[in-house]
T-cell receptor, first 115, second 111 residues
Framework: AQSVSQHNHHVILSEAASLELGCNYSYGGTVNLFWYVQYPGQHLQLLLKYFSGDPLVKGIKGFEAEFIKSKFSFNLRKPSVQWSDTAEYFCAVNAQAGNNRKLIWGLGTSLAVNP | NAGVTQTPKFQVLKTGQSMTLQCAQDMNHNSMYWYRQDPGMGLRLIYYSASEGTTDKGEVPNGYNVSRLNKREFSLRLESAAPSQTSVYFC??????????FGSGTRLTVV
């Protein structure tokens, strides 16, 4: 069965620090990959997605992620975090198989940025 | 703005009461989903509807029922609420682009 693993459950950073959140998935075929963000008290919003092409994808608010197929990874990065980046971050994977639209979700990483 | 609309935003139920959570999307998406979110457990899929007229169980369907009323609407019903169903419920939809659009959530407390 497909699964998504987010290695860091809780991350605490100071403003201006660099961020990298790990995401690994288990599926041998072609996948679509997503990162979502959930700000406190809000719903999930799409940060960025990868379907094909350049494995380095850029999203909103200065976030980027790199797809490394050989490592089954899709890590999220930001060079310099801000207090407003405090949120929960979810990685999700969808196998490109038929008409399947279901996403498999990681458990999330809670990021706290101290001012 | 186009998107997913969920009602109500907050609800308190007594054990054994029933209620229906409503969800509607105006993006012409085929697929719709109901999730519950609990601390430390991420998002868990309750039910989904791949297209109008079909519904399927997700990871945690027990105690819930759904209805895909038409392409726009997908409701979630709790027939006899239990304290274990205290959670935040999110509806989502997806179309050709595979990514999901989420509603703003329903915070349900069962006492």
């Amino acid at each position: 069965a497909q699964s998504v693993s987010q290695h860091n459950h809780h991350v605490i950073l100071s403003e201006a620090a660099s961020l990298e959140l790990g995401c690994n998935y288990s599926y041998g075929g072609t996948v679509n990959l997503f990162w979502y963000v959930q700000y406190p008290g809000q719903h999930l919003q799409l940060l960025l997605k990868y379907f094909s092409g350049d494995p380095l994808v850029k999203g909103i608010k200065g976030f980027e992620a790199e797809f490394i197929k050989s490592k089954f990874s899709f890590n999220l990065r930001k060079p310099s975090v801000q207090w407003s980046d405090t949120a929960e971050y979810f990685c999700a994977v969808n196998a490109q198989a038929g008409n399947n639209r279901k996403l498999i979700w990681g458990l999330g990483t809670s990021l706290a940025v101290n001012p | 703005n186009a998107g997913v609309t969920q009602t109500p935003k907050f609800q308190v139920l007594k054990t054994g009461q029933s209620m229906t959570l409503q969800c509607a999307q105006d993006m012409n998406h085929n697929s719709m989903y109901w999730y519950r979110q609990d601390p430390g457990m991420g998002l868990r899929l309750i039910y989904y509807s791949a297209s109008e007229g079909t519904t399927d169980k997700g990871e945690v369907p027990n105690g819930y029922n759904v209805s895909r009323l038409n392409k726009r609407e997908f409701s979630l019903r709790l027939e006899s609420a239990a304290p274990s169903q205290t959670s935040v419920y999110f509806c989502a939809s997806s179309g050709q682009g595979y990514g999901y659009t989420f509603g703003s959530g329903t915070r349900l407390t069962v006492v």
